[in-house]
């Protein structure tokens, strides 16, 4: 039609290269034809008047975590031609710590999958276009990346830094002036920002709780800038690009939206202050991104300018330059053996570097290179908040201190270790005083007296959100009575042990799941019910900040001396808000045991994406005929069961209550073996 101009082109991703070039106003793209033998060889550009009407809308690959730099995609839960609402669960994908589903920040109706079930993607690239409505399918299919509406809230996702001087240049013609307020600052050449990151799939904002970095200061690849208070936890953000601080434009304890902007680096200390009055100028608050189209962000990735070449040679080549994409496990790997993984060839997906490739590199003498090629030089320090903090208290060198923590991190009490002081007791402890509280009935609430409005946390923002989630679910409840007789005689056999009563009544109901599939099951949309064969059990922890349920994974088949231990690490981490994603994701059945209260009978919220939550009360004495024929007093304790009946059957909830009630009482031995 007259609306499109067909270009005849063989395709490749754009990600692995291109050749573009400009022909009466349209792109011509080259790629090398037998890479990709199976696209069609038409490929249509709009023109103004068609992006403007068809209003193509883009799913992006998110960042499930402060670490991961691609994502593969295990399955589509919705087909082209279904209607996406926004916050609807679109897709499963496979990160670098967990398989987590991902939510739709946009509206509308699936039009075309770009990224298959199975294939990998790198953050923020385009794998699914939406329509508006259901007429706008075609065109969106025949428009492709072209017709992405630009102005995205979500485009930037945070885990990388976007170089200003790569924008898009859409259109030759200059833009329309705006209106003449103040003339703005020019805006200094390698300007970088950093982004407030999605830390969950549910993250819409953060608030920056420290900044690690102060304006004046240096930051590396990869040292922390600021932790940040997500609807999750407080994690530490890692930087992605070296620079200097120049401006910072969100306060700590402010919030922003994921993707705005929190910083601005500087190439070089002498560019600082340029940097910081032009950011000055923008208004003090953060801007929007630069938009872009897929295949314009990877031109932009590809031209990016490599780091300065002022290294002496070395008998390594340097084969990663910038960003380095590597594993977990491989830079923990390269770390402890010297290894520079700027010399390390990646062989895993996307050329990301694995474990193999540093083995590999540190075998052919690679682990020298780094002394050698001094191009850059990291004086990055593993080291927790709190550490650095004690360690400017004490004037210790974060150098001088060996770190005992996670993968050599370096916590508070080596730094007291340090200076030669007795480690003091680990904030960790309060979750023990959280629990010793919960079990005499007192709250771990502050006793501060509060009036009127108080703005809600991040992390209580998306409780509600995911409360509201569930009111779509068509929900029922079933109690039923259990005997605890047996139950408590095991607990006080293995309490000494370091056995949890969380962990004992996850063991029970992990045991009686092998038999009733139907409760591990939930309801994915259209017609299908996903089914889970390990039973991870999410458990309710309430903290200070607000609920958290972190999931214990493989109950059923994980002893239960391992799944206590697991269950304390778990309660740590959410009383420190140190829970990641991974630690409370892919649940489909719930405890939530507000026992220690004394409570007697309540019903529990059905949490979004699951299809059983079981509410648990406490052991209460009662006057029964035992099995001897006596009169005696024996403890019974009321569960009550909350479904979505899209998924389970009031039969089949009944039938599961009336086998976790009898192996309880009269099986609950069989969870020691």
Known sequence: SAAFTTSVISVRNVSAGAFVTRAGGFRSVRYPRHVFSKVRMDVKFADEDTKLQVKTKDIFMPALSSTMTEGRIVQWLKQPGEFVEVGEVIMVVESDKADMDVESFEKGYLAQILTAEGESAGVGATVALLAETEEDIQKVIDCGTECIVPGSNHRHD????????????????????????????????????????????????????????????????????????????????????????????????????????????????????????????LGGGPTSAPTSTPAESAKAVAAKPAAPAAAPASPASVVNEGRIVASPYAKKLAAENGVDLKFVRGTGPGGRIIAEDVEVAKSSGVAAARAEAPAYKSSRVYATPDAKKVAKAEKISLDRVTGTGNFGRITAEDVLKAAGKAPVQKEARAGEKTL???????????????????????????????????????????????????????????????????????????????????????????????????????VAVATKGGLVTPVLRNCAETDIYSLSRSWKELVRKAVEKKLTGADMSNAHFYISNLGMFGVEHFNAILPKNAGTILAVSASKPKVVLQKNGLIGVEKFMNVNATCDHRVIQGAELAAFLRDLADFMENNIDEVMY
């Open 158 to 281: 945070g885990t990388t830094v976007v170089d200003l001087d790569q924008e898009a240049r859409v259109s030759a013609e200059p833009a329309a002036p705006a209106a003449p307020d103040a003339p703005a600052a020019a805006k200094p050449k390698n300007v970088k920002e950093v982004f407030m990151p999605a830390l969950s799939s549910t993250m819409t904002e953060g608030k920056v709780v420290q900044w690690l970095k102060k304006e004046g200061e240096k930051v590396a690849v990869g040292e922390g800038v600021m932790v940040v208070e997500s609807d999750k936890a407080d994690m530490d953000v890692e930087s992605f690009e070296e620079g200097i601080v120049a401006h910072i434009m969100v306060d700590e304890g402010e919030s922003t939206n994921v993707g705005e902007v929190v910083a601005y680096l500087a190439p070089s200390e002498a560019e600082v202050s340029a940097v910081k009055s032009w950011a000055s100028s």
């Open 436 to 538: 010793a509280a919960n079990k005499k009935g007192k709250s771990d609430e502050s006793t501060d007296v509060l009036d009127g409005a108080v703005p809600m946390t991040a992390m209580q923002k998306g409780i509600a959100a995911n409360m509201m989630a569930t009111l779509g679910a068509p929900v029922y409840s079933v109690s039923y009575e259990i005997n605890t007789t047996a139950f408590d005689a095991l607990y006080a056999k293995v309490k000494g042990k370091g056995v949890t009563t969380s962990s004992l009544l996850a063991k029970a109901i992990g045991h009686v799941l092998k038999d009733h599939q139907i409760l591990n099951a939930r309801y994915e949309g259209g017609d299908t019910h996903v089914y889970k064969k390990a039973a991870d059990i999410g």
